[in-house]
């Protein structure tokens, strides 16, 4: 069973950066497409990026664009955000997720979760 533990959040000042790191264990992570997802306070969860099994492909929400690169370790068996500039509005859960599959920004396809790592951007 594929089991997955994000690390990285914490409390950054607008414009500062950070890392979240998506580690795997049970199952290699090298057949999975893995995307990051994130929940504000009273919404939804939306897909913020996405990278195929191999790494090659990757896909950011227009909101992030420019400003977050995704990126995977297969040997560690880990996948990364990393996040610069970054805003107030980032401010949310962020999850990461797996699946046997394309990528996709759509988390109705995902089909392993980890419970989440809190970011929080103020001043």
């Known amino acids: 069973q594929l089991q997955l533990v994000e690390s990285g959040g914490g409390l950054v000042q607008p414009g500062g950066s950070l890392r979240l790191a998506c580690s795997a264990s049970?199952?290699?992570?090298?057949?999975?497409?893995v995307g990051w997802f994130r929940q504000a306070p009273g919404k939804g969860r939306v897909g913020v990026s996405c990278i195929s099994h191999s790494g090659g492909s990757t896909i950011y929400a227009a909101a992030v664009n420019g400003r977050c690169t995704i990126s995977r370790d297969n040997a560690k068996n880990t996948v990364y955000l990393q996040m610069n500039s970054l805003k107030p509005e980032d401010t949310a859960i962020y999850f990461c997720?797996?699946?046997?599959?394309?990528?996709?920004?759509?988390?109705?396809?995902?089909?392993?979760w980890g419970q989440g790592t809190q970011v929080t951007v103020s001043s």
């Open positions: 997720a797996a699946v046997w599959g394309m990528e996709t920004l759509k988390s109705k396809f995902y089909d392993y």
């Open positions: 049970g199952v290699t992570l090298d057949h999975y497409a």
